[in-house]
């Protein structure tokens, strides 16, 4: 046993509490960046960056009804993305590795567990080291895809922080054969379509969120596949543990509940990629040469997912992809031909004006069924996650609020 302890030594360095060992996922990412390649920022494309940004918010001045949502555009490389974007990857992964880490717990039979004692914290303690350096193979290899902080359509950096990464965007354009200026170009009307969305309606990034966690709360643990990870560890060897593979240890729940959540995700991720999608391609219909090309590319990696965010999936049972992207897509298009654009953005008013899954069959019948918008008088759009309607003349209840649910109009 002390020849095995010293052996676990090295996997359970890192400091760390909590269901993952984040400092442990941040250097096995760190790690594996530094082995693929993580070019440093030029000056250059720092200020490509900046200019692309800016004239991206120009462009998006007559397509969208609100002002520029960003106040500090920057370029990362791709550590700088991963450090800006951990706070939010730990609130969306905890709850799930700590189901994860709970499991292993009670792998151990409930006989050995008094003779154990203070051993039984090692159990959490590997838990969850094994899932930080998981984890931490995940977001390296997602690092070294994304184009930009919303790019997987999840509000993952700072507020009001447009970023960015010129080395993803420059593999992504030689892999379109296609000029890197025009795609760093259409790569910044996306993030600044996106900031203009999350920083103008202020209950959408709560919405967003509490759509995964919801989702996540109902992902179930497939203890057959732990106990068959951990019977593939070898004492004697260290390297053994840091090889365990996760993948398929999480499964969602096949539940009514859990298909309404994953319904309420893709529709919540739909919308938001939908608009952005829209909003973009009418902005640069007449100005990028390449812009239907670019569309298309953007709309199937996104649809699709790329390797990363596959091995993501595969690793928390989290698809971050919006199914529905097309037809969200001509959802807004239709609202802007029926309502126009300042009807079209009005609809983000509320969670409850958004449509449902049920209106992305018939988008037009949506679109020319014109609310009174006189409606939304009662409604508290400050509320956090949005706001319960009030009856008329009935004072507003500070602790009441909706939802957030997307379902209902």
Known sequence: ????????QHLLSAPGSGPVN?????????????????PAVSPYERNAVEEALRLADLW???????????????????????FKTLDVWRKLCDPVASRMVGAMGDLVPPEARAQLGPMQSMVATLGGALFGGQLGQALGSLAAEVLSAGDIGLPLGPAGTAALIPANIRAYGEGLELPEDEVRLYVALREAAHQRLFQHVPWLRGHVLSAVEMYASGIRVNREAIEEAMGRVDPTDPESMQAIALEGIFTPEDS????????????????VEGWVCHVVDSAASERL??????GEAFRR???????AEQTFAALVGLELRPRRLREAAALWAALTEHRGIEGRDAVWGHPDLLPSDDDFADPVAFAMNDMDLSELD???????????????????????????DDTKR
């Open 1 to 8: 046993m002390q020849q095995f302890m010293s052996q676990l």
């Open 22 to 38: 984040w400092d442990l996922a941040r250097q096995v990412a760190a790690s594996q960046l530094a082995a693929a390649g993580d």
């Open 60 to 82: 998006l001045e007559p397509a969208s009804s609100w002002p520029s949502g960003i106040q500090t555009p920057v370029a990362w490389n791709r550590n700088e993305w991963i």
């Open 256 to 271: 009514p509940a859990q298909k309404a959540s994953l319904a309420r995700l893709e529709t919540a991720l739909a919308l």
């Open 289 to 294: 040469p390449n812009v239907v090309r670019l």
């Open 301 to 307: 990696r996104r649809a699709a997912g790329g390797p």
């Open 378 to 404: 009662n409604f508290d759009f400050t509320a956090p996650g949005g706001a319960k309607e009030q009856a008329p003349g009935q004072p507003a209840d500070g602790d009441d609020t909706d939802d957030g």
